[in-house]
């Protein structure tokens, strides 16, 4: 069983409607990160949380450390968010970086 | 601007051939990281560096080798390439040494893909 799990998988919106991703984690962990990968590869970080929420222009995450989850909105959404994100925790069984799958989000014009 | 790159984008290798795939970061930074990416099972660590000559296996080493000569260049080495080394490589690097960079920012290079016939 994956340690991390994300969903959904795949996402499909219209421009400008609110996104969510969901990342949920099954081990105790210290800090989460939210990764964007555009189609071609490059991997950009957006976030680390350790508690609370964050928030960079139209991005948004949070995090329940209690309740292992945490979520990334995304407001107003553009066809240039068009990606996949990945969430990736610190903690767990090797106390290593350990990822999600990724969720590949498509936004429509 | 931090920047790491990677010797190719696009690599072709026969089975059996030693690859070396090369990955440059300018920003001085201690931790070193080469990561694989395969649909549907996600970023994967391949093995990870802390210093100059410093090395740690991540999840999947075998396989792989790698060298850390100098602070700003980490190589991948595979000793004799197969058909299930086909993948997308990553490099990435951060900060700080030691546990305190699994809280840093990792910035990542963009990538190889290695194909293996």
């Known amino acids: 069983k994956n340690e991390v799990e994300q969903s959904p998988q795949n996402l499909t919106a219209q421009e400008g409607e609110f996104i969510t991703i969901n990342c949920s984690y099954s081990?105790?962990?210290?800090?989460l990160h939210w990764l964007q990968q555009h189609p071609g590869g490059g991997i950009v970080s957006l976030f680390m949380l350790s508690s609370g929420k964050k928030k960079h222009g139209r991005l948004i995450a949070t995090i329940n450390i209690q309740e292992k989850h945490s979520s990334l909105h995304i407001t107003a959404s553009h066809p240039r968010d068009s990606a996949v994100y990945i969430c990736a925790v610190v903690g767990g069984s090797n106390y290593k970086l350990t990822f999600g799958k990724g969720t590949l989000l498509t936004v429509n014009p | 601007d931090v920047k790491v790159t990677q010797s190719s984008r696009y690599l072709v290798k026969r089975t059996g051939e030693k690859v070396f795939l090369e990955c440059v970061q300018d920003?001085?930074?201690?931790?070193m990281f080469w990561y694989r990416q395969d649909p549907g099972l996600g970023l994967r660590l391949i093995y990870f560096s802390y210093d100059v000559k410093m090395k740690e296996k991540g999840d999947i080493p075998e396989g792989y080798s790698v060298s850390r000569e100098k602070k700003e260049r980490f190589s991948l080495i595979l000793e004799s390439a197969s058909t299930n080394q086909t993948s997308m490589y990553l490099c990435?690097?951060?900060?700080?040494?030691?546990?305190?960079?699994?809280?840093?920012?990792?910035?990542f290079g963009p990538g190889t893909r290695l194909t293996v016939t």
């Open positions: 990435a690097s951060s900060l700080s040494a030691g546990l305190g960079s699994l809280y840093d920012e990792q910035y």
């Open positions: 920003m001085d930074h201690e931790n």
């Open positions: 081990v105790g962990i210290s800090a």
